[in-house]
């Protein structure tokens, strides 16, 4: 991605000028930082060729950067110099400076647009720093600016934890490989190219020409059975899935079998209308769908079903071809109906990925899928590939997603650029994969990793003795973000569908060993082995 650095004022105000700081002195790239963190010493940088053992310039220079961002030596809004300005400042390479940018844009230090330049991001500067800064220096702040630092730092309880520098959270693609330009010329092209009926009341159901791209991108690449009516076009696989509960408890169910472990957060989706998430274990071939089979809640047996047979989250296992049959033949003989989470399906690395289960029964399997893994959460598309006698059960939703960003998704469909966006991503992931294995096998020797060769994630087994759950605060201080199994247990059951003991005591049948589920989507090249070390001298704490 290109960095552009220019002096124009960013978003929603005029930054500090950049001539006022004296980069020079509020830059330490001693190799030696004790760290890895950067302190106003106004000692002269030490620009020379990286040695052993000593962390590239590139990486002590964003260090630099990011310390006196956070420590309010350069204020939020301050713009950066151009590239070349500051290598030339600094004595270092260019190469350096837009490595180190593109760094902290990923983390969300830095912000940077075309034609905008690269700025300070607001809210990062530590209260106490801020609030203690000498004045008149470059981090000065009157008591009305810290007191806003201070609930900038407050959190609420609803938004996302803080993105940590090595970040081995499962589900999260690849933020710095968000296809922006392509998006942006297709919106912008779109936009020039629709009829002025387009821009009224979008339609309910999405724009036509949208749900036939997608009817045909999913026959080519999931084998999906369906024409263009029986697509929706949705906010995302949450409100697909919103749809289809209310629609399931409208018809009488009170519950679905989901899978344990599985991603618990569409739990919560369920339970919002009205349905009971009711467990259900997960072995090396998928959902036990014996115990599928024999599910009761409210006095009547489940006859609807929440999987991921492509790709399991978290366990990385496929659904076998005879439990696939299975399935859809439970759903036959019970009159039911099974909703496909097709989450990352489209990145499978050994061979083709195996086609989605709606095309062995379009009447009996619904099909949810979006844009969230395979290119940003952030544009909030998704689909729903409904059965025909669902349809008509289906609400009105009170909002169509925005059509201008349907416009442009259908842009890209028709002209290739998703296809080839998801090829990139592909390889991308692969080697990505590749590297996090070998890194494993260096710093973990032994430890069992599992999973298919598929998606942006492995689930890493641990040694004898050790709690995922303390391995994974453990990894939290050293800046590292990773999350334990039991993370995405389902409440009160355990993997073999039991009810989960209260004690040690309460056991029964040998305990499960404890593993943490390790991603990669969101994790730089650059960082794979690093983040790995970390992560194995927080095992070895835990």
């Not at 301050?78 to 004595?91: D, H, I, K, N």
């Not at 059509?403 to 890209?412: E, H």
């Amino acid at each position: 991605m290109a960095y552009s650095q220019t002096n124009s004022s960013p978003p929603g105000g005029a930054p500090r000028p950049t001539t006022s700081l004296a980069w020079e002195t509020l830059l330490d790239l001693s190799p030696a930082r004790p760290g890895g963190g950067g302190t106003a010493t106004g000692a002269t940088p030490r620009a020379s060729s990286d040695r052993p053992g000593r962390d590239p310039l590139h990486r002590r220079l964003a260090d630099a950067l990011r310390d006196a961002v956070r420590q309010g030596r350069v204020p939020p809004g301050a713009t950066l110099p151009p590239s070349r300005e500051l290598a030339t400042t600094l004595g270092v390479s260019r190469w350096a400076v837009t490595e180190a940018y593109g760094e902290l844009v990923a983390e969300g230090v830095l912000e940077s647009r075309t034609g905008a330049g690269t700025w300070v991001a607001a809210g990062l500067v530590e209260p106490r720093a801020a609030a203690t800064h000498p004045g008149g220096g470059a981090g000065a702040t009157t008591s009305r600016g810290s007191a806003a630092g201070a609930g900038a730092d407050r959190r609420p309880p609803w938004a996302p934890p803080p993105r940590r520098r090595f970040d081995l959270a499962a589900g999260v693609p690849d933020l710095r490989h968000v296809p922006r330009t392509a998006w942006v010329r297709a919106v912008r092209e779109a936009l020039a190219d629709a009829p002025d009926v387009a821009l009224g009341a979008a339609d309910p159901s999405g724009l036509p020409e949208l749900r036939g791209l997608l009817a045909g991108h999913l026959d080519r690449a999931r084998l999906v059975r369906s024409g263009a009516n029986g697509i929706l076009v949705t906010h995302g696989a949450a409100d697909g899935l919103a749809r289809l509960a209310r629609a399931l408890r409208g018809a009488g169910h009170v519950g679905v079998a989901v899978e344990d472990p599985g991603w618990v957060r569409l739990h919560g989706v369920l339970r919002g209308a009205g349905l009971e998430p009711v467990p259900v274990p997960v072995d090396e071939d998928g959902l036990d769908v014996d115990r599928l089979a024999s599910l009761r809640t409210g006095g009547a047996p489940v006859r609807a079903a929440l999987l991921t047979p492509a790709h399991q989250f978290p366990t990385g296992v496929a659904l076998s071809p005879a439990r696939r049959e299975r399935v859809v033949a439970w759903a036959r003989d019970v009159d039911g109906l099974v909703v496909e989470d097709d989450y990352d399906a489209e990145f499978r690395y050994d061979r083709r990925a195996v086609a989605a289960l709606q095309g062995l029964d379009p009447d009996r399997v619904a099909l949810l899928g979006s844009l969230s893994k395979t290119v940003s959460p952030a544009l909030g598309l998704g689909w729903l590939v409904a059965p025909a006698a669902w349809l008509d059960r289906l609400a009105p939703v009170a909002s169509a997603p925005s059509t201008v960003d349907q416009l442009a998704l259908a842009r890209l469909l028709a002209s290739g650029a998703y296809e080839r966006h998801l090829r990139a991503a592909r390889a991308r992931y692969r080697r990505r994969r590749t590297a996090l294995l070998d890194a494993l096998a260096v710093h973990l020797p032994g430890l069992p990793v599992t999973g298919l060769a598929a998606g942006m994630h492995v689930l890493l087994e641990l040694p004898p003795g050790s709690r995922a759950d303390d391995v994974a605060r453990a990894a939290t201080a050293l800046d590292v973000t990773v999350a334990p199994v039991s993370r995405y247990r389902a409440a009160g059951a355990t993997s073999s569908g039991r009810e989960a003991p209260h004690g040690p005591e309460d056991q029964v049948g040998p305990r499960e060993p404890e593993a943490l589920v390790v991603g990669y989507g969101n994790l730089a090249d650059a960082r794979v082995d690093e983040a790995v070390a970390r992560l194995a001298a927080a095992v070895h704490q835990g």
